[in-house]
């Protein structure tokens, strides 16, 4: 009997590590069919799991209903999983290198338990070559088994996108790979378990990895694209959303808007390849350069405030400015590699006074990472707002708002452009 029939018959468990916002939703949608084994590191995250709470506010209490899931901060609890999927964050440190401590801490914990037979499968995103070049010795070491011989390995990119209801885990196609036909067999008709929308079988695992890092990447290099056109309209006084919108008309034309480009994929996964590509002595040109317009776009938005403030008559030093929006996207509470935090240590800069709020992010989380006090009560005295993220409930204000909140003659910057020809009386700038 293969791994697949055994899941199905509750005669072999799957584990899932990391339960952020990428692996605690493929765990609850696993639990509903086959025994789930929820590992993550954090006691403080499984004890609110085991509450029916998500962590990440991504997942209503509902999700948890029906689930046939343990919840663990165990290592030793992993030994009764056969089929482990390991989903953890990959972030880049301070130079913008891959840092792949937490992936390679979490093979080890698999690696001890690791028994013949077994599966590990990674969802965490890498550059190609990571999972046979990296991971597999350490599973070897640990384990004292050799990978095809005695254990499989497969690698499943993760396509969740924080905060869409709408492509979920069930409805977004899955890439996955293998080191052998009857790996790959085996490891696609487990997540077709739960992805409805099906799965594709990559010819290797070296092509899955790439298959993900080009998607994140494609995406940035396009939104560079369009930072740096709405950086020469400015110049041209054109507005850029109205040419987008013109430009929009042609069947063809693909539909980027210029924006903050932070998170952790976006703004993290081309490093990766950037990284891998000078391994093999290529220093890339277009996607190093995407990187670096993107990478600037906070800077840019504050020095053009700054600009605004002083052509207004204010005084720079002595300027309040409320800053709307501090997580890194729209309507989710994750704060990782927010760009706004860019834009509020380049105002500071120049001496002006800000203050930051937002309806989803946690307080406490945004101090202890970035040392920045989020505000819950408005004041009336703002000479000047920037709307830095688009949350749904600012899409319902309107100009009279904003003016109730500020002094005369200020200035409104909306980063992403959603009050685009509605406002007429205030001092108004978009990307």
């Known amino acids: 009997m293969n791994i697949y029939q055994k899941l199905l018959n509750k005669e072999a468990k799957l584990s899932l ?35 029916g709470y998500d962590p990440s506010n991504e997942l209503p209490s509902s999700s948890f209903d029906n689930c046939d899931i343990h919840f663990t901060s165990r290592p030793d609890d992993l030994e009764d999983a056969d089929f482990h999927i390991i989903a953890v964050p990959t972030p880049i440190d301070d130079n913008h290198m891959p840092d792949l401590r937490i992936l390679l801490s979490a093979t080890k914990t698999v690696g001890k338990v690791l028994k013949k037979g077994d599966y590990v499968v990674y969802e965490s995103t890498v550059y190609p070559g990571a999972t046979e070049e990296d991971c597999i010795p350490i599973l070897e070491e640990m384990s004292g088994l050799k990978c095809n011989d005695d254990f499989k390995i497969g690698f499943s990119p993760e396509r969740i996108n924080p905060g869409d ?35 594709y079988k990559a010819s290797s695992i070296k092509v899955a990895e790439a298959a993900k890092i080009i998607e994140n990447t494609q995406r940035d290099v396009n939104i560079g694209l369009m930072n740096e056109l709405s950086m020469i309209f400015d110049r041209m006084g054109i507005n850029t959303y109205e040419v ?43 996607i190093n350069s995407g990187r670096f317009v993107n990478d600037s776009m906070g800077f840019y938005v ?52 800000v203050e930051i709020t937002d309806p989803f992010a946690s307080k406490e989380e945004f101090f202890d990472e970035y040392d920045v006090k989020l505000i819950d009560d408005i004041s009336d005295d703002y000479d000047a707002v920037i709307v830095a993220v688009n949350h749904k409930p600012y899409l319902e204000l309107d100009e009279d708002y904003y003016m109730s909140i500020t002094t005369p003659d200020a200035i409104l910057v909306d980063v992403k452009g959603i009050y685009n020809k509605k406002i007429m009386k205030m001092v108004y700038w978009s990307l």
């Open 17 to 51: 590590i990391g339960l952020g916002y990428v692996g605690l939703p493929i765990a609850l949608e696993f639990a509903k069919h086959i025994s789930v084994i929820g590992f993550d590191i954090s006691e403080e995250r499984i004890k609110m799991m085991k509450s």
């Open 165 to 199: 209801k709408v492509h979920t885990i069930s409805t977004i196609k899955k890439i996955v790979s293998a080191c052998d036909e009857v790996s790959l067999e085996n490891i696609a008709k487990v997540y077709e378990i739960v992805v409805k929308a099906g799965v």
């Open 244 to 286: 987008l919108e013109a430009a929009g008309t042609k069947w063809n034309f693909l539909k980027f808007y210029p924006g903050l480009v932070g998170g952790h994929c976006i703004g993290v996964d081309p490093y990766y390849l950037t990284y891998k590509a000078k391994k093999f002595r290529y220093d890339p040109q277009i």
């Open 302 to 353: 504050a020095r053009q405030l700054v600009k605004k403030i002083i052509t207004a008559g204010k005084s720079v030093s002595h300027s309040k400015v409320l800053i709307m929006g501090a997580t890194f996207k729209e309507d989710v509470s994750d704060i990782r590699n927010s760009k706004v935090v860019d834009i509020i240590s380049e105002l500071k800069s120049y001496g002006v006074y």
